[in-house]
């Protein structure tokens, strides 16, 4: 197999996409990761499934293939579960039993571990006990719902990129050829060096090429890319060219190509190949910031000890052992699957409550605020909605200035907003516009600000309460004309400070020929275009119930078993 990975710099872009119906150019921060294994490199590393009913339905929808008793072997034939004190429980498959995690001998490439924790964690499980909810040891098991501990994607507190588990253990196999530094699109007025043949199987598309289309027999012939030398390259796929460029990037390449919306093409003047919804159907885990407790105990990813008295002893603890605070996950130590009063079913939750032991001002705002795009103090925040903050939002937080704390952000796992990637130019080197429409519909509104409720009915109970927890109340500048903790002032509160996650999916949705919105047929094929397929996380036709890393993960192997299956490999 012919296989050039992604972008291969180490750095990645954050896209700043277009307004998003929000005024003075107030936008949502947009990460994607421009180097050997994406965003797994640069993401928090959470290692979730989803939840058994997430692919059920992505088979109800007619993508057969795709239940989670056909994706179980994949994601046990990919993991390396190395957290040993969870029992293993069974799963019927057919007439026989499956463990739902595998280690030893057997193992996979991409290593699942637990993380140190602080003495915030089981503050937090116990918490959710208070509350009647029971903990779960193992989200990835037989049930999702419950509070517990993160599983992470790590080995010996260091954690493993897709590019580290899959990539490094072959790198010097012959017929694995990485392509670095190539962001490319057509460019006439250069000379085109052909390399037919030079890749006579599959050719993996990095971000920001061009797939070549032959129009006459609609077949995908190669794609071009632009060398550092600044000489644009043609790289013919004797079998078939592969998508995997991710929920942006992806759109925008088959956009460039003439594969999307004929609307959308014309208005750049490019030529329509495949009238094909490429770019709708975006979805994404978007909640409500600023849910920050302060607590009289400096414990928890409390950086100013962490950087001072602790240093060398928590230095000596990562090198020596591979624990400590040093191998958490960005901080983020418990995660918890619950069900709003509006989900009707017990066994599939509509919420995820994701804890840190840290806030917004442990670090006094050098990293953290400028990671979720909060502005200078006399500038405006960066908000991803309509309503506006006035000047100097950032002195809402000063209260946390190096103060130990912690936060709890709710998700809803199934958002019924879409929202939508368009292009920005013809020129692939420009951002494409990203419009998250994130609370376009109300139903995610509901679920958020019941959601907000029961984050401080837990920030309440005893086990928090011994450590001095205290909700930080200081209301946003642009909701302070509202009774504060009403349900107006939540949605004002949510609108204003949204706190993404950055798990953008569904841009090249999966569907059968029936459902109109599809853009790839179940075996991964982009319709009315021959050999092109599309494996990333732009396919899935629904999000997951919870960090879709490990589903991305699962897509690939997928795709992989479907070429070898198709050429009889």
Known sequence: MKVSPRNGTNDHRSDFPSRSRSLHAQRCRMHRARMLGGSSCMNAGIYNRGNHKDYDNWADLGNTGWSFDDLLPLFLRAENFLVHNITSSKHVIGTRDATYHRSGEQHGYFPVSHTYNSELLPAFIEAGRSLGFPYNPDHNGATQNGFGKVQVAAQGGVRHSTARAYLTPV??????????????????SLPVIKEHGRFNELYHVPPSHQVVIDEKTMTAKGVEYLTEDGTTRFVSAGKEVIMSAGAFATPQILMLSGIGPEEELQKHGIRTVVNLPVGENMQSHAGPGGLYFSIEKEVGFFLPRLFTSEFLTRTIQFLARGDGPFTTASGFEGIAFVNTSYERDPDWPDIELFFGTLTIGTDEGLIYRRRLGLTEENKYFTSCHRLRLPPKAWKTYSGLLRKPGFEIFPYVMRPKSRGKVLLRSTNVLDRPKIFGNFFDHPDDVR???????????LGDQPSFKKLGAKFYSRPLPGCRHLKQ????????HMRHFTFLIWHDVGTCKMGPPSDRKAVVDPKLRVYGVQRLRVADASIMPVITTGHPMGTCIVIGEKASDIIKSHYDL
């Not at 790198?171 to 057509?186: A, D, E, F, G, M």
């Not at 679920?447 to 009915?457: F, G, P, T």
């Open 447 to 457: 679920r958020s600000i019941e959601a907000i409720r029961l984050v401080l009915k």
């Open 485 to 492: 903790f009403t349900d107006r002032y939540w949605e004002c």
């Open 171 to 188: 790198r010097r196999r012959k017929n694995l050829h990485v392509v670095l530094n190539t962001p490319v699109s057509k460019i006439p």
